[in-house]
């Protein structure tokens, strides 16, 4: 998998001198232009902005994928709090059914959610930006105790990266400007459990109620 450049790595001019051999004269015919491609990654915080430009429409980009990766599962993916947390205000331990849903949304790299307009031209349709999955755990809270239901979702791994198309020269000429960014990520999309033989992980946390959740019972 590619990893994403942490700063600017490397600047790539696209342009070329074309030789034509016509009749045994040579002639030399030289592009009006080339574009200077200056490649950024999502740490830095250009490639951010470039992002940030993509996704909101006013610059036309397109996306490259370089390759996709294997299947995450715990420890490579976090858990997050998924449902509503169960107390205990009694003396005696109980068992409650917790009811949950959990929307995972694709991030980017740096963990900012990925937006319907990359998510479009990543994956082909902005529909593809979430998954989201439900289902009930039972869990026992002891007497004076909270507990939490966390979930680790599943995640697969894109590494590609976007491309500028600014451009300058107005309606009436419009051509490229001289200078373009490509801006490389790793996407980190949802799938379902199953994927590649592979399951999201439940858990459950408990600790003791604070003096606030005790005010509530």
Known sequence: ??????????????????SIMTLGI?????????????????????????????????VSCTWTLVGVGNVLETPHVQFKQVGSPAKNCSSA????????????????????????????????ASSETAHSEGGSTQVTVEAGRIAF??????MKVYSGYFETHYMEGG?????????QYRIYVNIFKAVPDGTDG???????????????EWSTC
């Open 93 to 124: 331990s109980m068992v409650q059914t917790v009811t949950w849903n959990d929307e995972t949304k694709a991030t980017y790299t740096f963990g900012v959610n990925i937006g319907p307009t990359n998510a479009s031209l990543a994956f082909g």
């Open 26 to 58: 040579f002639s030399t015919m030289t592009p009006t232009a080339s574009a200077e491609i200056i490649e950024v990654g999502v740490a830095d915080s250009t490639g951010r902005d470039k992002l940030a430009e993509c996704e909101s429409g006013n």
């Open 198 to 212: 592979k399951y999201s992980t439940i858990q459950t946390t408990t600790r003791d109620l604070s003096d606030e």
């Open 1 to 18: 998998m590619k990893t994403c450049p942490a700063t600017v790595l490397r600047r790539v001019w696209r342009g070329a001198v074309i």
């Open 171 to 179: 309606a009436q000429f419009p051509a490229e400007s001289a200078t």
């Open 149 to 154: 239901i966390e979930r680790a979702q599943i």
